[in-house]
């Protein structure tokens, strides 16, 4: 059964159609990637399945509801998580309590005004901070973290409301190859353990073949292919899309 | 009102919009290029006034005035490459805030000096060689001066516009408004760029000065009133934009010479008399243009500058020493009545530093942690000083009834203008919470059989006990202490939180479920309440309140104390608040040029202590710690 299902997505800046009659699912517990060249309207899809766009024209179903045009926070607790191609953080707060934040925010106590947040939801904070990797560092700004531990902390805060979808825009940009195998591998493993569908952009081939469940790709607003690894290193559309014709992912660096 | 009676008031409408346009023209230019909303642009029209008089007067004749105008506007310009090239060069990457109050000090500065050269008088220029006759037109006589300056307003838009957008300087300026970074990575010298832009803007502010000559007498008051009204042209035609500029004073001037040329109205239920509305109509148009368009008129969304500002460390709780220090301060107040029989004087004193603290923590709470920069924290101010003066003025309410009625006349207030406000950021917020507060400012100002207008509200004395300076200073402390422990608890509870993560990355926080302009709506009208306090205690302290109390002078004092203290601190506004207040009352009242003084203290803070008294000491002590612990 799918758990997303987009249907007829379309979206245009001016004259430009960044995203053009889009439609594809994830299912259940499904690693889906989505590649394409810069341009291909990778983000203005997220942004329009997280709600920080209104699509033109199309629907998005999440869990048998129409999302299109709903806020940002109104999708988030429906389950949906997210994190960004630019990691975004709350930089004057501890890693901990970036957490915290979200929990608080899961909780409905926003608009507590008496109670000190920085003694709530501690353990099951740790606990996500424990699962990424990140607990050792749990009382350090996020400020002074390197960008790749900026990464697992958004990673962290995504997974905070138990989401059922988990949205990740380029989750291994800046990363080091090693860091970004990693991270890759949590996530898988989190999709796994717990039944999270994940759907994720990434420019590293090696990382989407080794990895997805399946693959779509998105070239000038429209989707070109959609199937498993080896489907998509055979399709001829792709290749061009890629490397103009005659070339193979053979050669790619793996 | 006849048709002509009005076609004549719309002529004499773009007669003062051409003014307006000089100065707006001006800023826009310079905020579009350097992105620095320069407060002093002000000063340079009234400089303008001053010096085109200086000519008119000694030299006399066809040369000193027609060539006064024109090497008033070179001299000017010159002072303002001067102004560029000293101060502002220093402090294009500093934080946005820095900048307003740094011109803002420069305000400060040249009005002592314009007082120093000139003298307090009004100085009234001769009329126009040439021009003094008036003519027929629509059954009335129109000075031929005004209807030339009808045309100066369209004359410099065309010259201007021909300049932007057929030289190599104007494209410069085009790029450079648009993304000034990217201009600098072309290998422009922006140096050279940014000083030729602020020597035109500011040429222009002077040229618009010296034209008022033969109008209005310089005065030294211009320079708030004309940065006033630029900024309003200027927000409302869009930063940057100088056919928006045009556009919008025109509108402004036309919208003021309306209310002029109704006069008083007959509704039949009620008589308004609009004439009343002149001061406030640029600002009720101004709101509403921004909360139509955010961008004005003809502005578009500016891309973000990129700050250097450096990020701010996570809040902790109070440690040992800080509590220690917390007890034996306020323990000190307390006892600060024992030591009043030496000097009765140190109770006055004192009230007035708690009112401010409050007054400064409130203004600190939505602008340090809540990221919303207000220039019109005196509204609130305002609004809770008047709630109880008036309370007590029509209803003859004890005390406690209007101090309780003055947060809530605040918060009340602050819930109506807050929630425009916290759909705008940066500038264009710190624009409207200014119009706001000048909006109740002239309410005030105007609305005589109510609030006393320009005398104010008087005899608003505490009953005894409350009347003997003991009483009233730990009534005071009473109510200030919870009211900075309560803002500080709220800074730490969930809530707090939620307003910081909405400051630090709304992108994020809208993303986790936070309705991030909802919480920062209530928080602006928390602070306004809290604020509200203090304008109540002010009320009782002095036993009146006039409109000058609550003039943009009271938003821009609270705008230092927290800057003062240290904006990225949460002691910062307590000890802020409380060196300045002592510092106004002290000092100040010691000398005629206090203003060049307190503006000298400003820009001292901002070039050399950008951090605060609090934000220093801190880095300081973290410094050596690490020193030590590298030593071990």
Not at chain 2, 125 to 135: F, K, M, V
Not at chain 2, 357 to 372: D, E, N, Q, R
Request: net charge positive.
């Amino acid at each position: 059964m799918s758990e997303l299902d987009i249907r007829n997505l379309s979206k245009s800046f001016g004259g430009v159609k960044a995203v053009n009659d889009v439609s594809f699912t994830v299912k259940r517990g499904e690693f889906l990637a989505m590649i394409g060249p810069n341009g291909a309207g990778k983000s203005t899809c997220f942004n329009m399945i997280n709600g920080q766009l209104a699509p033109d024209a199309g629907e998005i179903h999440f869990e048998r509801r129409n999302i299109a045009g709903m806020k940002p926070r109104d999708i988030w607790r429906l389950g949906v998580g997210r994190t960004f191609q630019i990691a975004a953080t709350f930089g004057s707060m501890t890693v901990l309590e970036n957490v915290q934040m979200a929990l608080i925010s899961h909780g409905r106590e926003l608009y507590t005004m008496w109670s000190k947040a920085a003694a709530l939801h501690r353990g099951r904070a740790l606990a996500i901070l424990g699962q990424v990797g990140m607990a050792e560092a749990a009382d350090r700004p996020t400020r002074e973290l390197a960008y790749g531990d900026v990464k697992r902390v958004e990673l962290a805060i995504a997974l905070a409301n138990d989401p059922a979808l988990l949205l990740m825009d380029e989750p291994t940009a800046g990363m080091a190859p090693r860091e970004r195998n990693e991270l890759i591998k949590l996530v898988k493993a989190l999709v796994v353990e717990r039944g999270i569908s994940v759907l994720f952009t990434e420019h590293s081939m090696d990382v989407v073949f080794a990895f997805a469940d399946r693959i779509i790709v998105l070239a000038r607003g429209r989707v070109i292919a959609d199937g498993n690894a080896a489907a998509i290193r055979e399709n001829a559309k792709v290749r061009e899309v890629y490397f103009g014709t005659g070339k193979t992912f053979a050669g790619a660096p793996a | 009102m006849t048709l002509n009676a009005f076609l004549f008031q719309a002529l004499n409408g773009l007669s003062t919009a051409s003014g307006l346009f000089l100065i707006a023209a001006g800023l826009s230019l310079i905020f579009g290029v350097s992105r620095i909303v320069n407060i002093a642009h002000g000063s340079l029209y009234m400089l303008g006034t001053y010096i085109a008089y200086t000519f008119a007067t000694r030299i006399g004749g066809v040369t000193g005035f027609w060539g006064g105008i024109v090497a008033t506007a070179i001299i000017v310009g010159i002072i303002g490459a001067a102004i560029e090239f000293v101060l502002l060069r220093r402090i294009y990457r500093a934080p946005e805030l820095f900048q307003l109050l740094a011109t803002f000090a420069l305000v400060l500065v040249i009005n002592d000096s314009a007082l120093y050269l000139w003298g307090p008088e009004d100085l009234l220029g001769p009329r126009a060689p040439g021009l003094r006759d008036a003519i027929e037109v629509l059954g009335r006589r129109l000075p031929s001066y005004d209807l030339f300056l009808i045309f100066v307003g369209p004359a410099v838009l065309l010259v201007l516009h021909v300049v932007i957008t057929k030289t190599r300087f104007g494209r410069l300026i085009r790029a450079a408004t648009q993304d000034r970074e990217m201009v600098g990575a072309l290998g422009v010298n922006q140096a050279m760029l940014f000083t030729a832009v602020f020597a035109l803007g500011s040429l222009l502010a002077g040229l618009g000065g010296a034209l008022q000559i033969a109008r209005e007498p310089a005065n030294l008051a211009t320079d708030l009133i004309a940065i006033g009204d630029a900024f309003v042209v200027v927000v409302v035609g869009g930063m940057g934009s100088i056919s928006g500029a045009y556009l919008a004073a025109v509108l402004i001037a036309e919208v003021k010479a309306l209310c002029i040329g109704l006069g008083v109205v007959d509704f039949g239920l009620m008589k308004i008399n609009f004439t009343k509305f002149t001061l406030v109509a640029e600002f009720i148009v101004m709101a509403v243009v921004l909360i139509v368009r955010p961008y004005g008129l003809l502005g578009r969304p500016q891309g973000a500058v990129r700050s250097i500002a450096e990020a701010e460390e996570p809040i902790r709780p109070a440690n040992v020493f800080v509590k220690a220090l917390g007890i034996v301060v306020f323990a000190a107040l307390l006892a600060l009545p024992l030591f009043a029989n030496y000097s009765p004087y140190l109770l006055v004193l004192g009230i007035d530093v708690l009112i401010a603290v409050l007054f400064a923590a409130s203004l600190h709470f939505i602008m340090g942690p809540g990221g919303m920069h207000s220039f019109g924290h005196a509204a609130y101010f305002g609004l809770g000083a008047y709630g109880a003066a008036l309370l007590v003025k029509w209803m003859a309410a004890p005390m406690g009834l209007a101090l309780a009625f003055a947060p809530l006349a605040a918060f009340a207030g602050a819930l109506l203008f807050g929630w425009f406000a916290v759909r705008l950021s940066g500038v264009y917020l710190a624009m409207l919470t200014l119009a706001f507060a000048q909006i109740i400012w002239a309410a005030v100002y105007q609305w005589e059989p109510i609030t006393g207008g320009s005398n104010g509200v008087v005899g608003v004395w505490p009953p005894a006990p409350f009347n003997k300076a003991t009483v009233y200073f730990l009534l005071a402390l009473a109510l200030t202490v919870p009211g900075v422990l309560l803002l500080r608890r709220l800074l730490f509870s969930p809530f707090g939180y939620a307003m910081r993560a909405g400051r630090d990355s709304p992108l994020r926080a809208e993303a986790i479920g936070i309705d991030v302009k909802r919480v920062h709506w209530l928080a602006f009208a928390i602070a306004g309440g809290i604020c509200g306090i203090a304008g109540g205690l002010f009320a009782f302290a002095k036993g009146s309140i006039s409109p000058e109390t609550i003039h943009v002078g009271r938003s821009i004092d609270g705008l230092v104390m927290v800057l003062l203290g240290g904006l990225q601190t949460l002691t910062g506004p307590i000890v802020g608040a409380s060196v300045f207040a002592v510092l106004q009352d002290t000092i100040m009242r010691s000398t005629v040029y206090w203003r060049a003084l307190l503006g000298l203290v400003i820009l001292f803070l901002v070039l050399i202590f950008p951090s605060g008294i609090v934000g220093t000491l801190v880095n300081l002590t973290r410094r050596i710690r690490l020193r030590r612990k590298a030593a071990t």
